[in-house]
């Protein structure tokens, strides 16, 4: 079981990661970010592509994190351009359509076959009480748990985190005001970039897929975000590790395994009934 438990932390460590970015993107952008994964998915298949072309492993996964972070900053900028004063229910819209999009234009690149990742720290591990923990494993855990404090401490304690909120309310107060619009847009968008894509990287070297596959971990993430409610970091992160582990426990009993899929929205479901219980409790009397 514990080894289960271990294992799960790899996958569970990229749903953190990718919904700790969704909640940064909600708070410093107003918009959900539908589109997380698959802009990860993008680098780690491009790095792909460029080692079978022969590029070396380093200069590959650095040119697949430009790219995710090309994406994504201009995926931002293009809705700080056309979006930033439309509401809620346009912003979706239009994010939707965005990555649908982004997954016809992996398809069409990448195809939709399982295709090798070059691998990050190869055999690198080590072994704790009889279970063996990757170092994969831990550096997708650590990154997910550094971004939570970097970005809680830019948004609570700097100037940039204060003019970004700013933006994301009033974006033409904020402008009128002198905040640089697009410049402060496109930081915040591309270090999400920057972010998923290197975790993406790394988990897709271990756990290989197909570009689909990969896109398709935004439903996890979406549970971790759902869970921190869009607005805690910290709730993020737990609910990104909580799921990859409960995932990798339930396929302990193959009965239990048939219903891994709806384990994200199971764990998000009831947490979302536990936080909203008062609520409830008090519309009911």
């Not at 971990?217 to 992160?237: D, N």
Request: aromatic content about 10%; hydrophobic content about 60%.
């Amino acid at each position: 079981m514990l080894t289960l438990v271990v294992a799960g932390l790899a996958a569970g460590g990229a749903y953190a990661i990718l919904g700790v970015s969704i909640v940064v993107l909600h708070r410093m952008a107003g918009v959900v970010n539908f589109s997380q994964a698959v802009v990860g998915a993008f680098g780690a298949y491009f790095a792909a592509a460029a080692v079978e072309r022969g590029w070396g492993l380093l200069w590959a996964a650095a040119a697949g994190i430009a790219v995710s972070c090309a994406l994504s900053t201009a995926i931002g900028l293009l809705f700080a351009r056309l979006f930033g004063e439309a509401g809620a229910a346009v912003r979706t819209a239009a994010m939707i359509a965005t990555t649908v999009g982004l997954f016809a234009a992996g398809f069409r690149l990448f195809g939709d076959t399982p295709r090798a990742v070059p691998v990050i720290l190869a055999g690198a591990s080590a072994s704790i009480g009889g279970v063996v923990v990757t170092a994969a494993t831990v550096i997708v855990v650590a990154i997910a748990l550094a971004t939570v404090l970097a970005m809680g401490w830019v948004l609570g304690s700097t100037r940039v985190g204060i003019q970004v909120r700013a933006i994301s309310e009033r974006p033409m107060v904020a402008e009128l005001l002198g905040v640089p619009l697009f410049a402060r847009t496109a930081l915040v968008w591309g270090f999400t970039g920057f972010v998923s894509s290197a975790g993406m990287l790394i988990v897709a070297s271990n756990l290989p897929g197909s570009f689909s596959s990969l896109g398709f971990l935004i439903f996890p993430a979406m549970a971790a975000a759902l869970i921190g409610a869009f607005r805690s970091l910290g709730l993020a992160f737990v609910g990104g590790i909580s799921v990859g582990v409960v995932e990798a426990v339930s396929s302990y009993r193959e009965t239990w395994s048939e219903f891994r899929g709806a384990v994200p929205f199971l764990i998000a479901a009831a947490v979302l009934l536990w936080t909203q219980r008062k609520e409830v409790w008090d519309a009911a009397r």
